[in-house]
């Protein structure tokens, strides 16, 4: 219900600032054609901190989970770093930028390539929805039934559409993650199979190969990390 009344309420804030220039490009590298940019809005929404969730410590099996040291607790808690509804993304101000790729494609934030890329899967579901089923409710229901909605498992090969809509963005995620660390890897082309019906990633992935990433933790192991 507090999630619900959330929600509510941020339908009724103000909007925000449009995508920067580096920001709409990678937006358009990753996503195509499918994503009208130009709609797409990000603002700062103090009341995400209002709103706080626990859930198990996930697994140190994915890209994203070796970017950082092992959970010293076996359950964390926290408040969203963001919710998107429709073409706004709605951002915690704990994790607000003025611009989350201001060197892309040269350089970037490896964790802010990530929250990007998985936050626009969010408003390209919105702006699909003939074809995905997406609205905000839904993917609000997944965090009342899922002790962790983000988590996914790579052992079939199912169609991309088949994941539930937060685990589409945390695949978007992990994709970002094993491109620009390890682009010739076992799940990275696994991933790269699972997205590339849906997402142009050709453009994408040759700059973050490029790029010089910058990551949030100096004890990340690169050897393995996506196999």
Known sequence: MRLLFLLAFLTLAACGRPLSEAETRFAVEFHGPQLDTSKIRIRQAPVLQLYSASYPAPPRTTCAQKLFPPPEEAVLTGSPAATVLFNTININPDYIARDYMPAYPDAASLLASMFLAHELVHVWQWQNRETTGFHPLKAAREHQIS????????????????????????????????????????????????????FRLKNMTSKLDRAKMVLPWDGVELQGICD
């Open 147 to 198: 002790p962790d909605p983000y988590l996914f498992e790579l052992d079939a090969e199912p169609d991309f559409l088949e994941f539930g809509y937060e685990q589409q963005g945390a695949i978007a995620s992990e994709y970002v993650c094993c491109a620009a660390l390890a682009p010739d890897a076992p799940r990275t082309k696994r991933l790269e199979r699972l997205l590339s019906p849906h």
